[in-house]
């Protein structure tokens, strides 16, 4: 374990997983259940508005009851206790790393509460449910309102600060994704590139699984916190 100063964690779905929520490509996945095309591309949002925030809304009261797990419990303690900068770039929607108390939180597929107004594009907090009447409490429009998630075929979120990140890392921790969704899953290569080491966290091996340097096999909940034990007790 050598002295790390700049840590890239990024995350997908599995790392949420142990806390009781859905990932998206397992047999009882939301993916399973719902089709993409019909609730995460911009089309079918200016095609069936109602049903995609009848999705969302589902989605959120799931997400809003979710307590965060060990794994991102062990985040905060290696952020608290590992003197680098440590960010975590998060596909999650879910506000997990918040509620442990995660810093440096990047949503690069948006949040789950929040919405975005598209006549004036204000973002807003939003905790109950939103539908095509929603008015924007800053342009005063009805119907304009959007869940503020990154639908297929939109550009990512904090992509410029995401990029200097991954220029800048000597540690790159993927947890928890299946890495088949870009731009994310081609993270590793840019951390690779600046020669950071790189680490996948998953119950099993991915598509992304030649581009890491190690692999730690098993639930997010217990290979992260030892691995973080290792780190600090190392440092
Ligand atoms: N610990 C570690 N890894 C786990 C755990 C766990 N307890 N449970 C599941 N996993 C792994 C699975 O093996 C899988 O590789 O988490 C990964 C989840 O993969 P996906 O369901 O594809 O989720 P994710 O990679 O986050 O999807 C990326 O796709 O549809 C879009 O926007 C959506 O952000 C999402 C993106």
């Known amino acids: 374990m050598s002295t790390y100063k700049n840590i890239v ?4 779905a599995g790392i949420s997983a142990e806390s009781g929520l859905a990932t998206f490509r397992a047999s009882n996945g939301l993916w399973n259940n719902h089709k ?36 991102h419990l062990a985040i905060t303690r290696l952020q608290k206790e590992y003197d680098a900068n440590i960010s975590v770039v998060t596909q999650n929607v879910d506000t997990l790393h918040e509620k442990a108390g995660n810093q440096n939180i990047y949503h ?18 939003t905790f109950g449910d939103i539908d095509t ?3 924007c409490p800053h342009c005063h429009i009805a119907g304009m309102m959007k869940p503020n998630i990154v639908f297929f075929g939109e550009n990512l979120l904090c992509m410029d600060k ?15 994704t299946s890495g088949v969704v870009f731009p994310a899953a081609s993270f590793v290569q840019i951390a690779k590139y600046n020669n950071a080491k790189t ?11 030649y581009f890491f340097d190690h692999h730690i ?13 290792e780190m600090i007790k190392n440092k």
């Open 9 to 12: 964690i990024l995350t997908g």
């Open 162 to 176: 995401v990029d200097r990140l991954l220029s800048e890392c000597d540690l790159f921790l993927s947890i928890g």
């Open 133 to 135: 009447e929603t008015v």
């Open 36 to 71: 993409v095309e019909d609730v995460a591309t911009i089309e079918a949002f200016e095609r069936n508005p109602a049903y995609v925030h009848e999705f969302y809304n589902e989605l959120k009261k799931e997400l809003v009851k979710a307590k965060p797990n060990k794994a």
């Open 217 to 229: 096999y098993g639930p997010a909940g217990t290979t992260l916190p030892a691995f973080v034990d």
């Open 108 to 125: 690069i597929h948006g949040q789950i509460n929040q919405a975005v107004c598209l006549n004036c594009g204000r973002i807003l907090e």
């Open 199 to 209: 680490y996948e966290f998953n119950l099993e091996p991915t598509s992304n699984n």
